[in-house]
């Protein structure tokens, strides 16, 4: 069965260190993956997607790599701050055979930045 | 642009009544989705809407839940007969028609939270 696994719930970090979050995932062929910010009682806020062909993406603090061989993200926070202690979740996208394509997401792994 | 809104925000039941809820997408958002996040999880599929046709439509969305969205416009998602696996927080997110490289982004409502007590 597709299982999509967040390295850990919870990953403590100081602030101004690169955070990095892992997402593995297996029995899954997805067109594109996604990642997620999340507050608590909050909706997720959209951050980055990488397609499967890509291998990096950047925006501004953030970065996204992507490895159809190891079925593998990595999500790095460089230079992080308090303000971006949040859950982040992973989503993986598989065309789901009725025009779209269906997200399946990760449980999420809670970050803490310690100033 | 006001973003997705639901309501309620909260909602208190006892086991067995019914209950609806409300999501009103970004206005020029063809597409819509309705997921349900328990504590510690991610959020998981129930349906998908493009338009006002609902295209699709987990196995986790028993003969009990029925959602609509006439129009093409808002949806509203019901729950007949809740049960305390039920509780649970029921998201909403729409999306545009992608274009391009553009459009595979989903914006998410601030979800309802329903405890079926």
């Known amino acids: 069965s597709q299982k999509i696994e967040q390295n850990s719930e919870a990953l403590n970090i100081q602030e101004g260190k690169t955070a990095t979050l892992t997402c593995n995932y297996t029995?899954?062929?997805?067109?594109?993956l996604q990642w997620y910010r999340q507050d608590p009682g909050r909706g997720p806020v959209f951050l980055l997607l990488i397609r499967e062909n890509e291998k990096e993406k950047r925006k501004e603090r953030l970065k996204v790599t992507f490895d159809t061989t190891l079925k593998q993200s990595l999500f790095h926070i460089t230079a992080s701050q308090p303000a971006d202690s949040a859950t982040y979740l992973c989503a993986l996208a598989g065309y789901s055979g009725a025009g779209s394509y269906q997200l399946t997401f990760g449980k999420g792994t809670k970050l803490s930045v310690i100033p | 642009d006001t973003g997705v809104s639901q309501n309620p925000r909260h909602k208190i039941t006892k086991r067995g009544q019914n209950v609806t809820f409300r999501c009103d997408p970004i206005s020029e958002h063809n597409r819509l989705y309705w997921y349900r996040q328990t504590l510690g999880q991610g959020p998981e599929f129930l349906t998908y809407?493009?338009?006002?046709?609902?295209?699709?439509k987990s196995r986790l969305l028993s003969d009990r839940f029925s959602a609509e969205r006439p129009k093409g416009s808002f949806s509203t998602l019901e729950i007949q007969r809740t049960e305390q696996g039920d509780s649970a927080m029921y998201l909403c997110a729409s999306s545009p028609l992608p274009s391009g490289q553009e459009g595979y982004e989903q914006y998410f409502g601030p979800g309802t939270r329903l405890t079926v007590t």
């Open positions: 809407f493009q338009n006002e046709a609902q295209l699709e």
């Open positions: 029995n899954y062929s997805p067109a594109y």
